[in-house]
């Protein structure tokens, strides 16, 4: 049996997708990335806005498209908002809720009674990885949230907190390190509510992987700007903590924040990013912001520019307002129209260069660790072009007549700032983790 895993959208669904290659593998299931191979189909769908749920359907008829013959089960964020839909849709044989996603591969070796074996697909620990990020590991800490944002449509399709015990995790991630892997990315839908159902925190989950794992580079996916423990920030104490967090915002004025149900305001924000960075050096904080939300007038919007030039924003993930069935705001009055919406969102893109690059020309001339990403372009001279990011999570490009490079942790110095890339040139100064991954580890290729 080969099974072909997809997804689109969020790392959290990347990080599931992890997960099951790895259950696959133990019925003796084999990971494939070729879906015209495949017997069996995963897709991980999404459904954060009308587009995702348009090309989660598109994506749905492709696969089947590409093979036919294939069993095609499909879950996530759109399949369980539209479980009938999905199910209706030509050569889908099987609909899996957002709930039963931890018991998901057990659940279709069972309804579809496929054939498996007791001989594990890959050796004893080893873990099928995704090619796309097989330089780092995403690790599902926990699920769902407590809270409903006006306009969120995930809250309701992923259900209530649910966290991943910390024993489960440290033992998965020192799994992850023996097999080569340098960085691991904590990801959630409220990775800050972590243990809210377990008495435990966020804070006690990072001190015990600081405390019982030796993963070299440890990074957070989106973390909601509340609930994060008073002490959070000492733990940067320890530099395997990358000093970077993505802290979504949304707007830069408060009264569109109520009319969002966000909990936190603008004084707030401002307050923990100083917070953060007084705590750790060099600490990069990227974010969201939502363009056109219902009743967003001129007076609020430029509330929100202004808000936004006072914080030093290394990245902005711009996303106009979408109104999704099923949420709050899809009722709202006050639409912003099209036009407005694309004027404001290219202000707002214009700013978000303007401010990338200031941080950028703060690292010239700086020595920084970089784990060098394993896919290369191999240039007309015959050197290799290399890819990796800061500790601080700012995206760097190396030069080197090295091949061994990727998945290696090394030491550059930034020479300049490309401009049109909108990275950081670097020069070589040493190597400081040589990879350490199997040539023969089996890989998965995400094709979205």
């Known amino acids: 049996m080969n099974v072909y895993l997809d997804y689109l959208g969020c790392r959290l669904n990347e990080?599931?997708?992890?997960?099951?290659?790895?259950?696959?593998?133990?019925?003796?299931?084999?990971?494939?990335?070729?879906?015209?191979?495949?017997?069996l189909i995963v897709l991980n769908?999404?459904?954060?806005?009308?587009?995702?749920?348009r090309k989660s359907r598109q994506t749905i008829r492709k696969l089947h498209k590409k093979s036919p013959a294939a069993k095609l089960v499909v879950t996530g964020c759109y399949a369980s908002l539209e479980a009938e839909k999905v199910a209706d849709i030509f050569g889908v044989d099987g609909v899996i809720n957002n709930g039963d996603k931890d018991n998901l591969v057990n659940l279709i070796v069972d309804e579809l009674s496929l054939p498996t074996t007791t001989v594990q697909a890959t050796e004893p620990g080893e873990t099928a990885f995704i090619l796309q990020n097989r330089d780092r590991a995403f690790i599902k800490v926990q699920d769902g949230c407590r809270y409903r944002c006006s306009y969120c449509i995930?809250?309701?399709?992923?259900g209530n907190e649910k966290s991943r015990p910390i024993k489960e995790l440290v033992a998965e991630i020192n799994?992850?390190?023996?097999?080569?892997?340098?960085?691991?990315?904590?990801?959630?839908?409220?990775?800050g509510g972590y243990g809210s159902d377990i008495d435990s925190n966020l804070y006690q989950l990072v001190a015990t992987i600081l405390h019982e794992t030796e993963i070299p580079r440890i990074r957070f996916a989106s973390v909601e700007p509340w609930d994060l423990p008073e002490n959070f920030f000492d733990l940067f104490e320890n530099s395997r903590l990358m000093p970077h967090m993505h802290l979504p915002l949304q707007s830069g004025s408060d009264s569109i924040l109520k009319k969002?149900?966000?909990?936190?305001?603008?004084?707030?924000?401002?307050?923990?990013?100083?917070?953060?960075?007084?705590?750790?050096?060099?600490?990069?904080?990227?974010?969201?912001?939502?363009?056109?939300?219902?009743?967003?007038?001129?007076?609020?919007?430029?509330?929100s520019i202004d808000f936004i030039k006072s914080i030093p924003f290394g990245h902005i993930h711009i996303f106009s307002f979408s109104p999704r069935q099923g949420t709050r705001a899809a009722n709202f009055a006050e639409i912003v129209d099209n036009v407005t919406k694309k004027n404001r969102s290219k202000e707002l893109h214009e700013l978000s260069s303007q401010l990338k690059q200031q941080q950028l020309q703060v690292m010239v001339n700086q020595n920084c660790q970089v784990l060098i990403e394993s896919d290369y372009e191999l240039l007309a001279d015959g050197h290799f072009s290399y890819w990796g990011h800061t500790e601080n999570y700012h995206k760097i490009n190396l030069i080197s007549d090295d091949i061994t490079l990727g998945g290696s942790i090394v030491e550059v110095l930034v020479t300049g700032?490309?401009?049109?890339?909108?990275c950081l040139e670097t020069s070589m100064v040493r190597m400081l983790k040589p990879s350490l991954k199997s040539a023969s580890l089996p890989v998965l290729q995400i094709c979205s």
Request: proline share 1%.
């Open 175 to 191: 799994q992850l390190y023996k097999n080569g892997v340098y960085e691991i990315v904590l990801t959630g839908v409220h990775v």
């Open 15 to 39: 990080a599931e997708l992890q997960q099951w290659s790895a259950d696959f593998s133990r019925h003796g299931i084999d990971v494939t990335h070729e879906v015209s191979q495949a017997d």
């Open 154 to 158: 995930v809250t309701i399709a992923r």
């Open 45 to 53: 769908t999404c459904a954060v806005t009308g587009e995702a749920a």
């Open 260 to 303: 969002m149900s966000r909990r936190c305001r603008t004084e707030e924000f401002a307050r923990l990013v100083k917070k953060a960075k007084s705590k750790v050096a060099g600490f990069n904080v990227t974010t969201d912001v939502i363009v056109g939300f219902p009743g967003e007038s001129e007076q609020e919007w430029q509330k």
């Open 417 to 422: 700032v490309h401009q049109s890339n909108h």
